[in-house]
């Protein structure tokens, strides 16, 4: 069964940082890129940032570049996101998710829509 599994989540103040875990099990992810997602109450889910297959290729939302740093392990199945200089803002539910490639190690997928496999969330609070 392919999984996806967050954590690293939990309650901080503000100008406090969190280092967010995505695992991944039943697959390997060297072959996929894998994204954030983060869905606030009442927003919809909306990309923080992504990587390609072989991290030649990131991308990251207005909102937190400079503050967030994603990278991957593939050796360890893990990607992860470092998150620096939180505010309340980042306040959300965060996901992983991840999309085959199929050998294309620099593309990167932006939209949710395209991404195929899900975790279930972990809550990030920023207390102000």
């Known amino acids: 069964q392919l999984q996806l599994v967050e954590s690293g989540g939990g309650w901080v103040h503000s100008g406090g940082s969190l280092r967010l875990s995505c695992a991944a099990s039943g697959f390997t992810l060297d072959l996929y890129a894998v994204g954030w997602f983060r869905q606030a109450p009442g927003k919809e889910r909306e990309e923080v940032s992504c990587?390609?297959?072989?991290?030649?290729?990131?991308n990251y939302a207005d909102s937190v570049k400079g503050r967030f740093t994603i990278s991957r392990d593939n050796a360890k199945n893990t990607v992860y996101l470092q998150m620096n200089s939180l505010k309340p803002e980042d306040t959300a539910v965060y996901y992983c998710?991840?999309?085959?490639?199929?050998?294309?190690?620099?593309?990167?997928?932006?939209?949710?829509?395209?991404?195929?496999?899900w975790g279930q969330g972990t809550q990030v609070t920023v207390s102000s």
């Open positions: 998710a991840a999309v085959h490639t199929y050998g294309t190690s620099w593309y990167v997928p932006r939209h949710r829509d395209e991404y195929d496999y």
């Open positions: 990587i390609s297959s072989s991290s030649a290729t990131t």
